[in-house]
Structures are given as structure tokens and as C-alpha cells.
């Protein structure tokens, strides 16, 4: 068997709402069907403006209630060793996006896309920035990356040939 991972790295502005959630969220599901050695999962922000912060208490608070803990995370910038150690980058916002393809290295093999591209549902193509709103915005992020994480974990197993029982 391989002992290849899969890098996934979640991105948004400031690394202490959407993208920490995200992480969180995944690293559980991952967790959950016992598939953490196939992973490396993290996430950091396109600003360095809370760099070292703990995630939003309300992202906390929110993720807390539906079983998520986001305590041990810590917000960091992106760094052009991300776009060399992960092989999927998932921005939460077109904004995002653009800042990224924008200082990925020419020979960087990520796969650069939005994170609700592996969403099935389809009002929203951006998870939206819940930072200066209210706690509304804090239950849509998490509602849009909880519907989103099952179905980006069995893309990335399926993409990766890695939906297989592990004894064949
Ligand atoms: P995030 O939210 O990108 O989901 O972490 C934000 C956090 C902080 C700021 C903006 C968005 N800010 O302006 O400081």
C-alpha cells in the first residue's frame, strides 16, 4: 500500500472563521471513518492580520454546539511552501481565490478551487465572510461546510483511488 497523504489546505482571509472551521469540521468526518492516515489537513489565512490567534469564540462557540472543537487551532498566513505541501487548496471566497492563484509558484502542483465547488448544493458558490455580521452568519458558514465536507472527502478518496477497501 501507498504511504502517500492527501494535503488538503482550507483558506480564507484572516484564518479565524470560515477556514478553522472548515479544518475542523474535516479533520472530525476524517477522524470519524478512521481515514486520518490518508490526510494532512490544515488551514491559514491570505492576510497575516491575526496571525497566532485562536479561531473567533463565535466559530468556537458554534462549532462546539454541533461537536467540532476548534481549540487547538491557530491562525497563520499562507506561505509558498503551502502551494509545494498540499495538494488541494480550498478557498472560501472568489477574493481569497484570486490572492492565491496570484502568488502560487509556476511550478506549484496544487490544485487551486473554490471550497463549495464540491458542494451539492447550489445557491451559494462562496462561503460568505461572517466576521462583521451576526450570529446568523456564523450558523450559514457552518451549515455550508458541514453539507460540503462528506462530499469533498469522497471526491478526494475517489480522485485519489483511494475509495477502496483497504484489504483488496
Ligand atoms: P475569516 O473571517 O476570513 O473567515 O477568518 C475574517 C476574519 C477577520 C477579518 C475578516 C474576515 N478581519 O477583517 O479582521
Partial sequence: MSNKTIGVLFVCLGNIC????????????????????????????????????????RSTAQAKKRGYALDHLCARQVTSHDFKRYDYILAMDNENLANLQRIQPVNSPAELSLFLHYSQQSKYDE??????????GFTLVLDLIEQTCEALLETLLSENNMNKPSSQ
Fill in 127 to 136: 462561503v460568505p465572510d461572517p466576521y462583521s455580521g451576526g450570529a446568523s
Fill in 18 to 57: 470560515r477556514s478553522p472551521t472548515a479544518h475542523g469540521v474535516f479533520e472530525h468526518l476524517v477522524e470519524q471513518r478512521g481515514l486520518s492516515h490518508l490526510f494532512h489537513i490544515d488551514s491559514a489565512g491570505t492576510s497575516a492580520w491575526h496571525e497566532g490567534a485562536a479561531p473567533d469564540s
